[in-house]
């Protein structure tokens, strides 16, 4: 991938989490990378083509984080409290997630965007599912709902607050998140 491609997912990845995806335009990342709106569209000739792009890109960069975790042994706290710290620092850098910035908008986007989401969303349900499931059979975990529920309420949750923390200037973000492991001790 190209330093000037990959600059631009980043610059519009900032834009959607910082601002939203139909907040920003290309001439946004025009300017900050000093160049004509025609190089962008060189790399990505419409809007959707970027966002479906930024989506895959983090797709991949989970499945990259997953398998990182995997083959250092992380049990399922640490790979729960890794998971965790992502959206503790979106929250430090007064951001949203992609899920919760996408999904906000995801009755305007496009076909091909709306289906990576929905394919991020649910690599990280599976995932997070899987790893309360093997880690409430190891009785690392204790809760009483299913595990996919509890996957469902655990990001809802850490998208959500994110969302609100926009609105509330004063929400712990770090407290709402001790809840949620509190919540699954034995």
């Not at 000739?45 to 890109?57: W, Y």
């Not at 690599?123 to 009483?144: A, H, P, Q, V, Y």
């Amino acid at each position: 991938m190209s330093i000037t491609r990959e600059k631009i997912i980043e610059l519009g990845e900032n834009l959607i989490l910082s601002r939203g995806y139909n907040a920003f335009s290309y001439q946004d990342i025009s300017t900050e990378l000093g160049v004509k709106n025609a190089a962008i569209h060189y790399y990505f000739p419409s809007k959707e083509n970027l966002g479906t792009s930024i989506v895959r890109t983090n797709i991949q960069r989970f499945e990259e984080m997953i398998d990182n975790m995997h083959s250092r042994g992380f049990d399922e706290w640490q790979q729960l409290d890794t998971f965790i710290k992502i959206y503790i620092k979106s929250h430090r850098e007064k951001k949203l997630c992609l899920v919760g910035s996408l999904g906000s908008d995801f009755n305007t986007l496009n076909e091909n965007t709306k289906k990576e989401l929905i394919r991020m969303t649910e690599i990280i349900l599976n995932w997070l599912t899987s790893t309360l499931t093997t880690g409430r059979e190891k009785s690392i975990f204790k809760f009483n709902e299913e595990p996919q529920n509890k996957a469902i309420l655990i990001l809802s949750s850490l998208v959500a607050t994110l969302q609100i923390s926009r609105i509330i200037d004063n929400i712990d973000y770090k407290s709402i998140c001790q809840s949620i492991t509190d919540g699954l001790k034995p």
